[in-house]
């Protein structure tokens, strides 16, 4: 009999995290928890330990160790508690670990992804903020590292799922690949009301089930635009390559237009279980739970070309791909400090928009080489402080 696949799930408490733990449940036998991590949720991290006895749990603050230290206390468990992103990169790289679901959100995922695609593990990359940040220095280290990439959002899974196994025929395949977009809660909304969405309503979005910070970005289309970036890095596409297209009915999660005038899509439910079991899976399939398409039923799919009045964040995103290096970074940062403040009823929707392409705009200019972790970061944070003091400027 096979082992089993030894598992690290980053970002466990999360809406990917949770999705993972549920295709692993249903195939006992097939995969080892051998580490979870939260950042501050310990409670709930402490349930999923219960669940699971992983070797090892991680969490980002000393009050979230102690509280769930407390939690396991006396339940029989394996379970050893460590805290902070040093303890984050260990758990990553230890021999007892085949594959890592890198599901936490925002440019906090970095520094643990570059750690396991540098151990060559088994990367399942759901966390985009790493790529979009990461890039170059991202993917030199999974080639040196002799990592498996495998895509998790789930347009990027089915551009993956349409391409050949062997990557080395990627480049002759590929015309153009189209990104599908929902258009998310505002899609036929007038835009003069946008200014006074709430965080409520920004994150009901009408087919997906997520965080709150993907769902704004959904809301806003900038995850459209991360996603642009993170399919120029997984695919070695040049902007002009990468196309996007609404979709409403989220059926189709995305496209490779060939080169013979095919074009090869993915359709599914929309369900993270299921680009999340291929990873898992990968190459075989396995089940997901996934509620299955009926096409008796399916009333029929929609196309609508791209608003960019509407979504002026994924003309930000195209621009800042095609600016200097360092200009997704500055975007991202930025984008990730307004996200959170909108959520927390500090800034307006679309003041959102005004932080970003304001941050951008001002910083971009002193740009210079970047070649390592220390400098992305540096340049992260010079972003995130820039974004702080537009937004307290503010009226
Ligand atoms: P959630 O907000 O639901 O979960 C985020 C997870 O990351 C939680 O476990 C959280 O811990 C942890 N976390 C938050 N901040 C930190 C930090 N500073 N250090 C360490 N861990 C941290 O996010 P999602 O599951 O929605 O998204 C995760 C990633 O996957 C994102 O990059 C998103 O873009 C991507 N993605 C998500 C999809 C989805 O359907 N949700 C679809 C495609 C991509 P705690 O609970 O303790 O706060």
Excluded at 2 to 13: D, E
Excluded at 37 to 49: D, G, S, V
Excluded at 139 to 168: K, N, W, Y
Excluded at 212 to 241: C, H, Q, Y
Aim: aromatic share 4%; charged share 20%.
């Amino acid at each position: 009999m096979t082992r089993p696949l030894r598992l690290a799930i980053l970002g466990a408490t999360g809406s990917v995290g949770q999705s993972t733990l549920d295709v692993v449940e249903r195939h006992p036998g097939r995969f080892e928890v051998i580490v979870l991590t939260a950042h501050r949720r310990a409670e709930e991290l402490a349930a999923l330990c219960r669940r699971c006895d992983p070797k090892l749990a991680v969490v980002g603050t000393d009050a979230a160790a102690q509280e769930l230290r407390a939690a396991i206390a006396g339940a029989g468990l394996r379970t050893e508690v460590a805290v902070g992103p040093a303890a984050l990169e260990e758990a990553v790289v230890r021999d007892d670990v085949d594959a890592v679901m890198a599901a936490i959100v925002g440019a906090a995922g970095l520094a643990s992804c570059l750690a396991a695609a540098q151990a060559g593990k088994r990367l399942l990359l759901a966390n985009k903020e790493a790529l979009v940040v990461g890039g170059a220095l991202f993917m030199q280290a999974v080639r040196r590292g002799g990592a498996t990439l495998l895509p998790i959002d789930s347009e990027h899974s089915a551009i993956f799922q349409c391409l050949p196994l062997d990557r080395a025929q990627w480049p002759a395949w590929i015309d153009h690949i189209v990104l599908t977009a929902s258009g998310g809660p505002f899609r036929t909304r007038d835009p003069a009301t946008l200014h006074g969405v709430t965080p409520e309503e920004a994150v009901a979005h009408p087919n997906w089930v997520m965080g709150r910070k993907i769902s704004v970005d959904s809301a806003t289309m900038m995850n459209k635009g991360l996603e642009v970036i993170e399919a120029r890095w997984l695919f070695e596409l040049p902007p002009e390559r990468i196309r996007v297209i609404v979709h409403p009915q989220s059926v189709i999660h995305s496209m490779v237009a060939c080169a013979d005038g095919s074009v090869l899509a993915q359709l599914g439910t929309p369900d993270m279980r299921v680009p999340i079991a291929y990873g898992l899976s990968f190459p075989e399939r396995i089940e997901s739970g996934a509620t299955r398409l009926n096409f008796e039923q399916m009333a029929g799919l929609h196309f609508e070309p791209m608003d960019y009045s509407r979504y002026p964040a994924l003309r930000l995103a195209y621009d800042a791909l095609a600016a200097r290096e360092g200009s997704t970074v500055l975007l991202n940062a930025a984008n990730e400090e307004a996200v959170a403040a909108f959520l927390d009823r500090r800034l307006g929707y679309t003041d959102i928009h005004r932080v970003v392409a304001g941050t951008v705009e001002a910083l971009q200019p002193a740009l210079g080489p970047i070649g390592r972790l220390d400098e992305l970061l540096a340049l992260d944070e010079q972003a995130r402080s820039h974004a702080r003091q537009t937004m307290k400027a503010l009226p």
